[in-house]
C-alpha cells in the first residue's frame, strides 16, 4: 500500500504561530511582569507575521510558476473583503460621522486584518519584479525593512514632537507596518528560498545552529528596546531578517510524518488569526479579565470558534 503521510510540520508551526498573536493581542504576561511582557510580546511572540509571510512568498514562486496570480488575488481579495465586512460594525461606528475616516480602514485594512490588504498588494508587487535576480530581489527586500524599521523607530523615539503633523503622521502605524515595507521584503525572501532551493541545502544541526542563533539575536534586540524605551511597541525588529526565513527553512529540515489532512491544519492556523479579535471582543463584553487569563481563555475559544468556521466554510467555501 503506498504511504500517503504528508510532513505536517510547517502547518503545526503555523498554528503554534496564529496562537502567539493571539497572546500578543490579548498583552500576554502584561498582568505579571513588564519585561516579560516586553520580551515575549514585543520580540518572541512577534515572528509570526515576518514567518507568515515568508510562507506565502514560499509558495507565490508555484503560483507564478503556474501563472495563476488571478486566481489567488482574487481568493485574497475574496478573504479581505468578506472579513471586512463580518467586523464592519467595529469600523464603521466609531467614525459613522465622518465616512472620510473610514478610508484608511478600507485601504490598510481593520485591526488585524491589515495582514490581508498587505499580503494581497505586496504579492502582486512581487508579482511586477519577480523576473528580477535573486540578489536584486534581496536587496530591495532588505533596504525596504529597513526603511519601515526607521520609521518604526522615529515613532518609537518621538523624534518629531516638535512637529505635531508630522509626528502624527510617523505614528500612523500602517505608515511602516504595510505591504510595502513589511509584507513584500518578507514575501521576496521566501520566493527567492524556493527559486533558489535554498531550503533543501540545510540539514538538521544547521538549522537548529541557526534558529538558536537567531533566537538568541531576538532576545538580545528585546531586552535593549526594553532598557532603551519600555513603553515602545515593536512590530519590526532587525532579527525577524534572520529568524523568519530560519523558521521556514527549519520546518523542511525536520519532517513530522502524519496521515492528518494538512489543509485542515492549515485552515485552523487560518481560523485562529480572523476570528480573535472578535472572541477578545466578545469575552470583554461579559467579562473584566486581567491580559494573561484573558489570553488563555481566547485561545481556547478561538479553537472551538475556528472549527465551527472550518464547518461552515465546507458550506460557504470562501471565509477561509
Not at 505614528?171 to 504595510?178: G, L, S
Request: hydrophobic share 55%; glycine share 4%; proline share 4%.
Amino acid at each position: 500500500m503506498q504511504n500517503t503521510s504528508r510532513n505536517i510540520l510547517l502547518d503545526i508551526l503555523k498554528i503554534i504561530a496564529a496562537i502567539l498573536i493571539i497572546a500578543v493581542h490579548c498583552g500576554f504576561l502584561f498582568d505579571y511582569d513588564k519585561m516579560a511582557y516586553h520580551v515575549t510580546c514585543n520580540g518572541w511572540f512577534r515572528i509570526p507575521i515576518p514567518f507568515f509571510f515568508c510562507i506565502n512568498g514560499f509558495f507565490l514562486f508555484g503560483v507564478f510558476q503556474n501563472n495563476r496570480i488571478k486566481t489567488w488575488a482574487k481568493r485574497v481579495g475574496v478573504l479581505y473583503t468578506i472579513w471586512m465586512l463580518i467586523f464592519v460594525y467595529f469600523w464603521i461606528i466609531p467614525v459613522h460621522e465622518n465616512p472620510i475616516k473610514t478610508i484608511p480602514t478600507l485601504l490598510f485594512g481593520f485591526n488585524h486584518l491589515w495582514y490581508l490588504a498587505a499580503l494581497l498588494l505586496g504579492g502582486l508587487l512581487l508579482y511586477l519584479i519577480r523576473k528580477h535576480s535573486n540578489t536584486t530581489l534581496l536587496v530591495i527586500a532588505i533596504t525596504l525593512y529597513l526603511i519601515g524599521y526607521t520609521i518604526q523607530t522615529l515613532s518609537n523615539f518621538a523624534v518629531f514632537n516638535t512637529s505635531p503633523i508630522l509626528a502624527k503622521l510617523i505614528d500612523f502605524p500602517p505608515i511602516h507596518r504595510n505591504f510595502l515595507f513589511f509584507a513584500l521584503p518578507f514575501l521576496s525572501i521566501g520566493y527567492v528560498i524556493h527559486r533558489t532551493e535554498f531550503h533543501l541545502k540545510f540539514n538538521k544541526k544547521k538549522a537548529v545552529i541557526l534558529l538558536a542563533i537567531s533566537f538568541l539575536l531576538l532576545t538580545a534586540e528585546s531586552l535593549i528596546n526594553y532598557y532603551i524605551n519600555a513603553n515602545a511597541s515593536f512590530n519590526m525588529s532587525i532579527s525577524f531578517l534572520l529568524l523568519g526565513p530560519i523558521l521556514l527553512i527549519t520546518s523542511f529540515a525536520f519532517t513530522l510524518h502524519s496521515n492528518i489532512n494538512s489543509k485542515v491544519l492549515s485552515s485552523y492556523s487560518i481560523a485562529l488569526y480572523l476570528i480573535h479579535p472578535l472572541i477578545i471582543i466578545l469575552i470583554l463584553s461579559f467579562f473584566e479579565l486581567k491580559s494573561t487569563p484573558l489570553a488563555f481563555l481566547t485561545i481556547i475559544l478561538s479553537g472551538i470558534g475556528s472549527h465551527l468556521l472550518i464547518l461552515l466554510n465546507k458550506k460557504l467555501k470562501y471565509i477561509l
